[in-house]
């Protein structure tokens, strides 16, 4: 049984959600014949920059495209043709994936090269995809731009990486670069309701947030999660399943307890904190998580401008509740959240991940009092 990441990779630029500008480009590109012979695709994990990869190898091979002038337009692969199979099926000899993080140094880069001057086999391209590409060697990546400077008409190289930076100008220079951006936690919950959908899997709708916030703006890890709590759980898969999993407090949680904070009731704070911790909840996590909430609340009260980027991020309803927080922020708040940024630094290296976080707190909200 394949894995929920793999059986809703998205198979056309259409369907690769959160990157719409990088769709309509290699679209545009591909009703064009103006496909470029080396990509560079940059961004953060799980945000769709290996099936990209993939989807340009399938439309530089189409078969229906290539023959069929009317779906050339279309600027999609057929996903029905022999090439198009194939390259599903990672049976396709002339479509090669290289691992950079076990496979960087010169001679795989020699041996890349070598490979490079050999004709296709069966498709009308050779496309290279090299992942984790800033893990090669400088050697590696001297001998990988000789190859970038004059590759064979029939070639097309694809270097994707999560560290751009790490990437030689030398190279990046000689590739058409996209940049991939995290995914909306809106955007990523629709789409593990459609495949909870088409499951079958009864899930609460706080714990399907709850497991698109844990994936940070990865589409794979987010359906992973998934797939691993359709496992772990028979019948609905409750919020209070998930937050026992993974580790993590939902939203409604998070919210209470930051609105504890903010309306500075240091004993209920405490209470629930030290309710949390005894649960076996990971408090370094719990302390991103506030500190993330009370940001969105703060930025909010500066200002509101940013509200129309948090509509497209965020569910109404969790927006509403940061826009009712945001009325009871003060100057002083700012300390509570500083003194929370410092204690989780601290708390990934403590014995005692509970006591910077209680000190934190404790002085975030008695100073207001002292003054």
Known sequence: MLAFYRKYRPATFADLLGQDIIARILQEA?????????????GPRGTGKTTTARLIAKIANCKTRLEDEKHKKT???????????????????????????????????RALKENVRVAPSVLPRKVFIIDEAHMLTKEAGNALLKTLEEPPA???????????????????????????????????????????????IKIAEDALELIAQAGEGSFRDAESLLDQMQSLTEGEITTEAVETTLGKLGFKKISGLAE??????LDETLQILGEIADQGHNLPELTKDLILHLRKVA????????KSKLEAEFPMDQLRVIEEQAKLWKDTHLELLKNLIRAYGQMRYSNFPQIPLEIAIIEGLNEPRRK
């Open 299 to 306: 930025v909010l009260t500066a200002s509101q401008n940013i």
């Open 75 to 109: 600027g999609e692969p057929c996903n029905a043709c022999a090439h198009c199979l194939s390259i599903d099926e990672g049976r396709a000899l002339d479509i090669i994936e290289i691992d950079a993080a076990s496979n960087r140094g010169i001679d795989e880069m």
């Open 30 to 42: 591909a009703r064009q014949d103006r496909l470029a012979h080396a990509y560079l695709l940059s």
């Open 154 to 200: 029939y070639v097309t190289i694809i270097l994707a990486t999560t560290e751009a930076e790490k990437i030689p100008a030398t190279i990046a220079s000689r590739a058409q670069r996209f940049q991939f951006k995290h995914v909306p936690l809106k955007l990523l919950t629709e789409k593990l309701q459609t495949i909870a959908n088409k499951e079958k």
């Open 260 to 265: 504890t904070m903010l309306q500075h009731n």
